[in-house]
């Protein structure tokens, strides 16, 4: 049992590539979340998935784009990459909203210079 | 903003000694849970008090909520070099938002 998979686990990319963040759930979970750790800063929400088919916009969505493809897999993409999304990004799934603890991927680590 | 700050934002003390963290978040909440996270890794939950508990036990840790404060706290009993860790608490909003927001998290050093 995999848990939540995430690849890549390291990225460098220049200032203004593409990439997608690829995230896996194998435990039929129906939320699905991105974050972003910066150093001081916690988790930051970017955006979130309550159920396959719906994504909505977290604390910091802005340079983000994401994809339920079904229910296993959730992606963030970032269309432009800026130094400022220097980070790392954390998935995140649970099986619902309520009194259920989320279960993280090990993160991914991208820099953009 | 963060709903959550927890406080302080690093702690270091002896092996055996009792370590206490704080969180205070901004909105109604229907419950708040505790996660660690051990160097840069995913974080991995620890304990959930609902908004209708006051305290939560297990094993070690002991958690208590004040909704009327909007504030929880983490205590670890006993603690070990291997508690070292960043300890996180997150809220889900009690609107039925499924945002799920985590606080600025505390730096917990054990020193053997």
């Known amino acids: 049992n995999a848990g939540v998979t995430q690849t890549p686990k390291f990225q460098v990319l220049k200032t203004g590539q593409s990439m997608t963040l690829q995230c896996a759930q194998d435990?039929?979970?129906?939320?699905m979340y991105w974050y972003r750790q910066d150093p001081g800063m916690g988790l930051r929400l970017i955006y979130y998935?309550?159920?396959?088919?719906?994504?909505d916009k977290g604390e910091v969505p802005n340079g983000y784009n994401v994809s339920r493809l079904n229910k296993r897999e959730f992606s963030l993409r970032l269309e432009s990459a800026a130094p400022s999304q220097t980070s790392v990004y954390f998935c995140?799934?649970?099986?619902?909203?309520?009194?259920?603890?989320?279960?993280f991927g090990q993160g991914t680590r991208l820099t953009v210079v | 903003s963060q709903q959550g700050e927890e406080d302080p934002q690093a702690l270091s003390i002896q092996e055996g000694e009792n370590a206490t963290m704080n969180c205070s978040y901004k909105?109604?909440?229907?419950?708040l849970q505790w996660y660690r996270q051990n160097s840069g890794r995913g974080l991995v939950h620890l304990i959930l008090i609902r908004s209708n508990e006051r305290e939560k036990h297990s094993g070690r840790l002991r958690v208590t909520l004040d909704t009327s404060k909007k504030s929880s706290s983490l205590l670890i009993t006993a603690s070990r070099a291997a508690d070292t860790a960043s300890y996180f608490c997150a809220t889900d909003g009690a609107s039925g938002t499924y945002k799920y927001i985590f606080g600025t998290g505390t730096r917990l050093k054990v020193l053997a």
């Open positions: 998935s309550a159920s396959e088919g719906t994504t």
């Open positions: 435990m039929n979970h129906n939320s």
């Open positions: 995140a799934s649970r099986v619902s909203r309520l009194n259920t603890e989320a279960f």
């Open positions: 909105t109604s909440i229907n419950n």
